[in-house]
Nanobody
């Protein structure tokens, strides 16, 4: 079994900062791409930021310059540092990871999601 557990969400004023963390645990061989998504009420889930196994990053235009994604491979953890937060950043933030596990003798890559953490930015 593999679990992704997020932490670090909360309530912050506009212009404030938060740091989200997501740790992978369980039985697996390797973690490929990791990322953060968010879903606001009444809206579709959208990609916020992604990071490859070699730490190449990509960001949505909405957060570019304000959010920074990073990962610590030794801790199987991905982070999202958020600064200059705006009310429109309010959403449930989900961690996502492509993780390789053995199925018999075969290495199989699967997509995993965390349970989500609420970020609320007040104006």
């Amino acid at each position: 079994q593999v679990q992704l557990v997020e932490s670090g969400g909360g309530l912050v004023q506009s212009g404030g900062s938060l740091r989200l963390s997501c740790a992978a645990s369980g039985s697996f061989v390797t973690i490929y791409d990791m990322g953060w998504y968010r879903q606001a009420p009444g809206k579709q889930r959208e990609l916020v930021a992604g990071i490859s196994s070699s730490s190449t990053t990509n960001y949505s235009d909405a957060v570019k310059g304000r959010f920074t994604i990073s990962r610590d491979n030794a801790k199987n953890t991905v982070y999202l540092q958020m600064i200059s937060l705006k009310p429109e950043d309010t959403a449930v933030y989900y961690c996502n990871a492509d993780i390789g596990r053995f199925s018999g003798l075969k290495l199989v890559k699967r997509d995993y999601w965390g349970q989500g953490t609420q970020v609320t930015v007040s104006s």
